[in-house]
């Protein structure tokens, strides 16, 4: 079992940022993958970053150039910076932890993103 810790979600105006940090605990596996999703009423939950433990990143298109993810493993932790925010970044943003070996997917409670405009 993998527990996740977030923090840093909260109220800001456009063109602002946040910071979101998520903290991993329990059955860490060397092989993972930590990521960030977002989910708004009525909509999927979809994928805003992932990296992976040797560092490779990928991002929604919507993400690219204003978001940034990185990690630190000595921590088990996983950052989201974001930068000139927008009204449609709107959401909660759930932290997910991804065990490669045994396939298996962990989320976080949940924290909410509201940017004003």
């Known amino acids: 079992q993998v527990q996740l810790v977030e923090s840093g979600g909260g109220l800001v105006q456009a063109g602002g940022s946040l910071r979101l940090s998520c903290v991993a605990s329990g059955s860490i596996s060397t092989l993972n993958k930590m990521g960030w999703y977002r989910q708004t009423p009525g909509k999927q939950r979809e994928l805003v970053a992932a990296?992976?433990?040797?560092?490779?990143?990928n991002y929604a298109v919507s993400a690219k150039g204003r978001f940034t993810i990185s990690r630190d493993n000595a921590k088990n932790t996983v950052y989201l910076q974001m930068n000139s925010l927008r009204p449609d970044d709107t959401a909660v943003y759930y932290c997910n932890f991804r065990d490669q070996w045994a396939n298996l997917n962990y989320w976080g409670q949940g924290t909410q993103v509201t940017v004003s405009s």
């Open positions: 990296v992976t433990v040797g560092g490779s990143t």
